[in-house]
């Protein structure tokens, strides 16, 4: 298989429906996520895989030490999120996907961006997951700014 090619569906595994019964879930929030209940969202008798992303905030950046940060979501960016989401249930048909990315004050140790991804194989969900923070980071209009230990802060874009 050639770098970047997704392995195809297996035709003997049952449909999980189309895109829109796929997409569980796709959000931009101030409230707090939780990888428990995008779990939930996806969970399927019909699928042998679930992978989970928990983005926290860490405890340093590029040698410096954080404190907390807050995210600014431009308001387009719940519209984006959902168009990632389902570019990823378009791009994995045999895929359920659920995703959330928090906004506001957040605290070391919070999650900021839950993914989860069930598919009948563990190939595809490791994929789908994958590529579904990448197209996250890459497209979503989000932008944190970082508070570090020695009271400076400053802006970063989130995407890109």
Excluded at 2 to 19: N, T
Excluded at 45 to 65: M, P, Y
Excluded at 74 to 90: C, F, K, N
């Amino acid at each position: 298989m050639s770098e970047g090619a997704k392995p195809a569906q297996d035709e003997r595994d049952p449909r999980l429906g189309g895109v829109e019964e796929r997409v569980r879930h796709a959000s931009v929030s101030g409230e707090p996520i939780a990888v428990a209940e995008m779990v939930r969202l996806v969970e399927d008798r019909r699928c042998g895989a679930l992978v989970t992303f928990d983005g926290l905030v860490r405890d340093h950046d590029e040698g410096r030490g954080v404190e907390r940060l807050a995210y600014e979501a431009h308001p387009s960016a719940g519209d984006v999120m959902m168009e990632v989401v389902r570019t990823i249930g378009e791009r994995y048909p045999d895929v359920l996907v659920a995703a959330s990315h928090r906004h506001g004050a957040l605290e070391v140790g919070d999650s900021a961006l839950v993914a989860a991804v069930a598919a009948p194989h563990r190939a595809r969900a490791f994929d789908a997951c994958a590529d579904l923070v990448d197209e996250v980071k890459a497209r979503v209009p989000i932008w944190k700014d970082q508070y570090f230990s020695d009271g400076s802060h400053e802006w970063v874009a989130a995407i890109g």
